[in-house]
Structures are given as structure tokens and as C-alpha cells.
């Protein structure tokens, strides 16, 4: 048994390579070997603890008070993992992931035990050289937090640990013998061909970031570490490759900075998917781009992933809603003003084209734009240049203009509505967003995509949805779309306390199968049934609420944006 330690003392100085501590002890619970990486964080030399039983040093300050060893041999063979907080000696406060294994002899009597601390500040370079077929370390491989997977010299998967199954989507059934390029690509892929250079000449190798295809046929960002695996005679036999799921990165810059990316843009619809692959070109250009959707399916996220994806990314992305400000505020708001331009107007103030130059301007709602501002506009998108409210000088910009809409502006058109010279000029790239009723298929890969981004922000235990509540959310038509699934789990993850959403946790009308009353884009009537025509109705719940339009978009169950509209079809004000 004493060699059967000593053979797992040796794995300290492998896992050096990794940043990793490695602890190994007697049945006793004497400390026999402490590699680097433990020494640094536990902050205590090798010299100071072998010999010593753990308990007397590391009991409270790396063990919680209780010993995980003896728990893990009561419970059987299997390996204990946990997250702690630890201080060491040097007052220096590191998060680790701690995994105790129980190392077992040939009669099955415990031998002792191994004990990995993985920092999560640091885990670098590679593993030089691991035995291919050892059990045990595959054990150890299988609780780490980063994805592993092993392959033969043909490139076969011969192991494939657990947090390699969350990043990829793939079980070990699905891989297991079969060409890693199910995990990681076509040979001409960037992991792939590293890997194959890796495996042929034994140098290790690593890509700081790129991407992966999971099995839903979601793309993800991650990073790559390649080796090669030898025997004991030093012959390589294989490859190892580890796996760092980046999407919690990307997740926090969008919901934090609102830098978001191509990696926000989440379905495997084919009407979706044809708008991923057009991305990148229409990104590229400075073409003028419009975006038309219903509410709530995407339109300004993917305004902002083509601006963060273009050569204008470090420059501003100002967004304007067209439906949300008055017409006598409207043009001094894009525009700008000079001083005396009306009363008030005490100095000069910049439009939003002027802080756009150089950047992006989004017009979100370019339907609702007056008649009066689209001449304007006209100008803008063909000579660059117009004249600030009260100014006889031309300002010049150089924008890029995307608009959006959830109305047909074709329509708008022959209703004269619409100029029809500037909605050619506008429609020179046109993106067409399905509602999510028309990509059911999705509604899973969202709502795990969603629930991990407003997790990045929010203290939550909650990780999944139960099958109760999943059918009850697959079988919805989402009036709302994506920005109502959005609070649907935003609401769940509120009311959730436990790991798992169940269906109470749900909104009450959601779990009652009732409709949020949400009227279609194209509804001229809120509520016929009550007798009263539509400009009635506002007009009464606005001297209800003492004209506040947020109180009175609420009871009338619209959002702000449509009130807005509805103002201005009907002329209504104080």
C-alpha cells in the first residue's frame, strides 16, 4: 500500500502544470507528500506538514471542521467535491474547488487519500505526462471544472469527464469511440488542427479563444489547451485536450458594458440561422440595414451585435426611439439646436447624429417617424450632412444609420404613411426576426441561455427548469416574444429559493394557462368589448392617472412605446 501512495505522490508534480494542489495522505490521515501548488495555497511548506496528521493543521482552515476522507469512505468509493474560501498564511484569500478521493488497495480496504485543490486564479500550461488507463485519475479528471477529454492515436475519444457533457451538450454515449471531431470539429477547424499538431509532434499547444459547436447547434466561446499523452516509455499513445466555457464572460460584458456579440444571438431555426451567416458580411460593410421583427424578438440586441461586430465597434452606438419622444421634441433631438433657435434654447446642443459620428445611430420604431422628419432623414442618408434646428449651416457626420420596426413599412407605404424614396434608401439591407411562436424549437436554447446571463448578475441557486414547468413554457405563443420569456424567468428565478423552477414558481396567469393581456401590434381597439372607442378609453386613463403615461400604459396593459403611438395618432395631449 506504501508504494501504491508513493506511485500517487508523483501526481503533485504532474498537476504543478496545472496550478493544481495535490495532498496526499496516509489511512491515518498523515500527510505524506504536498506538491508546489499546495504549498502555495495553503501557505505552508511541504517540510512544515508531512508526517503530521492533517487534522492538526488543516482541519479548520482547509476542511470546514470535518474531514471529507472519512465521509467519502462512508459513502463508498465516490470522490467529494466542494467550493471553499481559503486563507492562507500569507493572509492571502483564494475560491477553490476541492476534491477528496479515497485511494483504495488491492482488498478494497482504504489506502489512504488524494486531495486536489484546483485555484481558480490560475490554471495554466498543461499536464506533461498522465498513465492513459489510470482509473483513478480519470476519477480525479471527472470533478474538475474545466471540460477533459482524452483520445487515442487515431483520435478516438476514450474518455470524456462530466463538465465536458455541460459545456458540449454531448453525453459520453453520444462520443465514446467515436472521431473527436464530433466534439470539436472538421479537420480544417482551428481546435482540430492543433490537436492533430499536437499528437504528431508532442508539443503541447493552446488557442486563447475560439469556438465551439455544441450539439444543439449553438456556437460558444471557448478556450483550447492541447497535449500530447505518453506512456512510460515516452511514446505518445494519444491526446488530452481541456475545455474553458467563455460564455459567462461574454454573458457578463453584455448584461454589465452591453457589449454584446455574435454569442447573444442564440437558435437553430433555419430562419435564424440564415441571419447568423449574413451577420459577419453585413457587419463588415457600412451598409444602411433595416431590422424589422414583432415586439420583443431581438431587434435592438441585434443592432448592437452588428455595431460591436463592425469597424465602428469603438465608436458610439446611439439609439433613438422614434416612437417614444413627441414630434415638437423629435427633430431638436436628433438634429441638435443652435442658440435662439426657440425659447430656451440658451446654447447650443448636439443631436444625436452628431453623437453618432464616426459610430452607429439605431432609429428604433422608424415607422413612427413624422412625415415632416423623414424629408430630413433623406437628406442625412444621401449627402451625410443637415442643418441643426434655427442653424443656416450644414453639419456633416459619418454614421452608420440600422432602423427598426414592428410594423410593415411596405405597407406604410401605400398608405402613405411612409416616403417611398426613403424607405428604399433605408431597405438596402433588410433583416426579417420570426416571431418565437414560428421557432418553438428555440424556446429551450433560450431559456437556458437566458437563465445563465441573468445569473451572471444575480445571486441564485437556480439552474434548470423541472418538466412541469419546461411543457408549460414550450407549449405558449408568447405574444411577447423573446423579452417576455425573458421576465417569465426573471420572475422565476425571484420567487425560486431552490436549484430547480418548478411550474408555481411561474406567473399565476402563465400557470393558469391565461394570456398576459398584451394586444397585437396591429389591435386598433384596447378593448372594444367595454363599449368605448380606443381614444376614449386613453383619454379617460390618463385623467385617471393624472396624466402619467407609465401608470396609464399600465392599466391599459401596453407598453409606453405603443401609447406613444396611440398619442400621436390621435392628437391627444394635456
Not at 155 to 182: M, P, W, Y
Request: aromatic residues 6%.
Amino acid at each position: 500500500m506504501d508504494d501504491l501512495l508513493i506511485r500517487y505522490s508523483q501526481l503533485g508534480d504532474i498537476f504543478d502544470f496545472f496550478s493544481m494542489g495535490v495532498m496526499v495522505l496516509s489511512p491515518e490521515r498523515k500527510i505524506i507528500s504536498l506538491n508546489q501548488s499546495a504549498e502555495v495555497i495553503t501557505g505552508y511548506e511541504a517540510s512544515d506538514l508531512v508526517g503530521r496528521n492533517c487534522s492538526d493543521s488543516l482541519m479548520d482552515s482547509l476542511c470546514g471542521g470535518t474531514c471529507s476522507y472519512l465521509q467519502a469512505v462512508a459513502a463508498g468509493r465516490k470522490s467529494g467535491t466542494m467550493d471553499i474560501e481559503v486563507t492562507g498564511r500569507d493572509h492571502e484569500t483564494r475560491n477553490i474547488t476541492r476534491i477528496v478521493s479515497p485511494v483504495y488497495g488491492p482488498d478494497d480496504a482504504p489506502a489512504g487519500c488524494i486531495e486536489i485543490f484546483q485555484d481558480h486564479s490560475a490554471l495554466k500550461d498543461l499536464l506533461e505526462r498522465v498513465r492513459h488507463d489510470d482509473r483513478r485519475l480519470k476519477l480525479i479528471l471527472d470533478n474538475l471544472d474545466i471540460g477533459v477529454l482524452t483520445v487515442d492515436r487515431g483520435g478516438h475519444i476514450a474518455f470524456f469527464n462530466q463538465t465536458a457533457e455541460n459545456i458540449t451538450g454531448f453525453s459520453r454515449g453520444d462520443v465514446l469511440g467515436k472521431s473527436c471531431r464530433t466534439v470539436l470539429g472538421d479537420p480544417s477547424s482551428p481546435g482540430m488542427l492543433l490537436f492533430d499538431e499536437t499528437i504528431a509532434d508532442g508539443q503541447a499547444r493552446s488557442s486563447s479563444e475560439s469556438e465551439l459547436r455544441t450539439r444543439n447547434g449553438q456556437i460558444i466561446p471557448v478556450r483550447a489547451n492541447f497535449m500530447a499523452l505518453k506512456n512510460e516509455d515516452g511514446r505518445i499513445v494519444g491526446g488530452l485536450a481541456t475545455l474553458t466555457d467563455l460564455s459567462l464572460k461574454y454573458q457578463f460584458n453584455s448584461e454589465i458594458k452591453g457589449r454584446y456579440t455574435f454569442y447573444d444571438m442564440v437558435g437553430k431555426d433555419p430562419a435564424i440561422q440564415k441571419i447568423f451567416e449574413i451577420i459577419p458580411v453585413v457587419a463588415a460593410s457600412n451598409a444602411t440595414i433595416l431590422i424589422e421583427g414583432p415586439t420583443g424578438t431581438g431587434k435592438d440586441v441585434l443592432a448592437k451585435v452588428i455595431h460591436n461586430a463592425s469597424s465602428r465597434a469603438k465608436n458610439p452606438l446611439v439609439k433613438v426611439n422614434c416612437a417614444a419622444l413627441p414630434d415638437n421634441l423629435l427633430e431638436s433631438e436628433m438634429f441638435g439646436y443652435v442658440k435662439g433657435a426657440f425659447t430656451g434654447a440658451d446654447h447650443d446642443k448636439p443631436g444625436r447624429f452628431q453623437d453618432a459620428d464616426r459610430g452607429t445611430i439605431f432609429l428604433d420604431e422608424i415607422g413612427d417617424l413624422p412625415l415632416s422628419l423623414q424629408a430630413k432623414l433623406l437628406r442625412v442618408l444621401e449627402d451625410r450632412e443637415f442643418y441643426p434646428l434655427g442653424s443656416r449651416k450644414t453639419v456633416k457626420v459619418d454614421v452608420r444609420i440600422i432602423s427598426a420596426t414592428n410594423q410593415h413599412l411596405g405597407q406604410l407605404v401605400q398608405q402613405r404613411r411612409f416616403r417611398e424614396d426613403l424607405f428604399y434608401r433605408l431597405n438596402v439591407m433588410r433583416l426579417e426576426l420570426p416571431p418565437l411562436k414560428e421557432r418553438r424549437g428555440d424556446i429551450p436554447l433560450l431559456i437556458s441561455h437566458i437563465l445563465k446571463r441573468l445569473s451572471v448578475t444575480r445571486d441564485t441557486r437556480a439552474e434548470n427548469f423541472s418538466n412541469e414547468a419546461m411543457d408549460v413554457l414550450l407549449n405558449y405563443d408568447f405574444p411577447g416574444n423573446v423579452r417576455e420569456l425573458e421576465n417569465i424567468i426573471e420572475h422565476a428565478l425571484i420567487v425560486c429559493q431552490g436549484e430547480i423552477i418548478e411550474r408555481h414558481h411561474l406567473p399565476l396567469a402563465l400557470q393558469k394557462g391565461i394570456a398576459p393581456l398584451m394586444p397585437a401590434e396591429n389591435t386598433e381597439l384596447i378593448g372594444e368589448t367595454v363599449g368605448s372607442s380606443e381614444k376614449d378609453q386613453i383619454v379617460d386613463m390618463l385623467q385617471k392617472y393624472s396624466w402619467n403615461k407609465g401608470k396609464t400604459a399600465a392599466a391599459l396593459n401596453i407598453n409606453r412605446t405603443t401609447l406613444w403611438r396611440k398619442l400621436k395618432k390621435y392628437n391627444i395631449s394635456p
